[in-house]
C-alpha cells in the first residue's frame, strides 16, 4: 500500500549504453550534415509552397465537372490545366519525397536489417541508380525543353494552351531538384558509414 499521491517505484531496469547510432528509427537514422542541413530546408520549403498547388487542382477539377455536367460546356482548357497541375505537384515533389524518406521501398527484407546495412543499400542505390537515372533524364531533357522554347510549343488541341514549354520544363526543373536532394542525402549516408563529411545536430535534437 502507498499513500495517496506517491509514486511507486519504478522496477523497470536501466536503458543499456549504446554507442548513439540506434537512438533513432525512423527516417532521422542517417545524421545531418551542415551541407544537409542546407539543402533539406530548401527542398523543404519549396514541397510545402508547392503542396497548395493540390488544393487548385481540386477547385479546377469541380469547376470543369460544374461546367460540363451542369452548363453543358466543356473546356479543354481545363483539361489540360489538371495534367499541367499535375506535372507540377510530380515533379516538384520527387525532391521533397527523398528528403522526407517517404518513397515507397520494394525490398521486403529492408526493414529486418540494421542502421549500417541499410545505409550501404542506400549508398550503393544512389551511385549505381539514382544518379545515372537523374544523369540520363537531365542531358535528354535539355534538348527536349530546347526544341520546345525554339518552336514556342503550344497545344495542339483547339482552344489548348499555348506555352507548352514551360510544362516541358517543369521536367529539368524537378530532376535538377531530385539531384540537389540526393546530394543531400548521400552526405548523410557518407556521414555514418565514413564520418565525412562531419555529422551536424539538428536543430532541436540537442
Same mark, same amino acid.
Given at each position: 500500500?502507498?499513500?495517496s ?8 531496469p536501466?536503458? =543499456?549504453?549504446?554507442?548513439?547510432t ?7 537514422? @542517417?545524421?545531418?550534415? =551542415?551541407?544537409?542541413? &542546407? ?7 519549396? %514541397? ?10 481540386? &477547385?479546377v477539377?469541380?469547376?470543369? #465537372? ?6 453543358g460546356? %466543356? ?28 518513397? #515507397?521501398?520494394?525490398? *521486403?527484407?529492408?526493414?529486418r536489417?540494421?542502421?549500417k546495412?541499410?545505409a550501404w543499400?542506400e549508398?550503393?542505390?544512389?551511385? #549505381? ?13 535539355v ?6 522554347i525554339?518552336?514556342n /510549343?503550344?497545344?495542339? =488541341?483547339?482552344?489548348? @494552351? ?9 521536367? @529539368?526543373?524537378?530532376? #535538377?531538384? *531530385? ?6 542525402r *548521400? ?6 558509414l565514413? %564520418?565525412?563529411? &562531419?555529422?551536424?545536430? &539538428?536543430? %532541436?535534437s /540537442?
Open positions: 500500500m502507498t499513500s499521491g506517491s509514486t511507486p517505484p519504478d522496477d523497470r536501466p536503458p =543499456a549504453e549504446t554507442d548513439g540506434e537512438e533513432v528509427v525512423d527516417e532521422a537514422q @542517417l545524421p545531418h550534415t =551542415a551541407l544537409s542541413l &542546407a539543402l533539406d530546408r530548401g527542398i523543404r520549403g519549396i %514541397g510545402s509552397a508547392i503542396s497548395w498547388i493540390w488544393l487548385i487542382l481540386i &477547385a477539377i469541380v469547376l470543369n #465537372v460544374t461546367m460540363r455536367y451542369v452548363f460546356e %466543356g473546356r479543354i482548357e481545363f483539361e489540360e490545366i489538371q495534367w499541367h497541375i499535375y506535372s507540377i505537384g510530380f515533379l516538384i515533389g520527387l525532391s521533397y519525397c527523398l528528403e522526407a524518406d517517404s518513397h #515507397v521501398r520494394v525490398d *521486403l527484407l529492408y526493414d536489417f540494421g542502421l546495412t541499410k543499400i549508398f550503393l542505390g544512389i551511385l #549505381v541508380f539514382l544518379i545515372p537515372f537523374i544523369a540520363l533524364v537531365t542531358i535528354f531533357a534538348p527536349f525543353l530546347h526544341y520546345s525554339s518552336i /510549343e503550344v497545344s495542339e =488541341a483547339p482552344g489548348g @494552351l499555348p506555352a507548352r514549354w514551360a510544362v516541358k520544363a517543369l521536367l @529539368l526543373i524537378g530532376f #535538377v531538384l *531530385l539531384a540537389v536532394a540526393t546530394l543531400s *548521400l552526405t548523410r549516408v557518407t556521414a555514418l565514413f %564520418g565525412a563529411p &562531419a555529422p551536424t545536430p &539538428a536543430p %532541436g /540537442e
